[in-house]
């Protein structure tokens, strides 16, 4: 089983930057890809990046997601979300999740069903 932890949002400033955190306390060990989704009001759960854990290769779907960037520290059993140039339209809740079997790697990456593991949520507000 693997536990997460997040932290780092909050209300911001159109054009502000934000970092989010999201800490393994446990099962570090069995954390193959972690990922970042985003939950606006009303709307479906969004993907929006992922990392391989071991290795550190970065998935993305797109090129709309330039503003955003995903990291992690092995050290520290946390993965991060850099998120720049912040504008109204981010506002939702941004949620860590972490692929314990492999299910995800560099196909289905993008799925919500392919990560087995998530943390509580955390709101960031961008105001304009």
């Known amino acids: 089983q693997v536990q997460l932890l997040e932290s780092g949002g909050g209300l911001v400033q159109t054009g502000d930057s934000l970092k989010l955190s999201c800490v393994v306390t446990?099962?570090?060990?069995?954390?193959?890809?972690m990922a970042w989704f985003r939950q606006a009001p009303g709307k479906e759960r969004e993907f929006l990046l992922a990392?391989?854990?071991?290795?550190?290769?970065?998935y993305r779907v797109n090129s709309k997601k330039g503003r955003f960037a995903i990291s992690r520290d092995r050290a520290k059993n946390t993965g991060y979300l850099q998120m720049d140039n912040l504008t109204p339209n981010d506002t939702a809740i941004y949620y860590c999740?972490?692929?314990?079997?492999?299910?995800?790697?560099?196909?289905?990456?993008?799925?919500?069903?392919?990560?087995?593991?998530w943390g509580q949520g955390t709101q960031v507000t961008v105001s304009s």
């Open positions: 446990e099962g570090t060990d069995k954390t193959y890809q």
């Open positions: 999740s972490v692929d314990s079997t492999a299910n995800s790697g560099p196909y289905y990456f993008q799925w919500v069903d392919a990560y087995d593991s």
């Open positions: 990392i391989n854990w071991l290795s550190g290769a970065v």
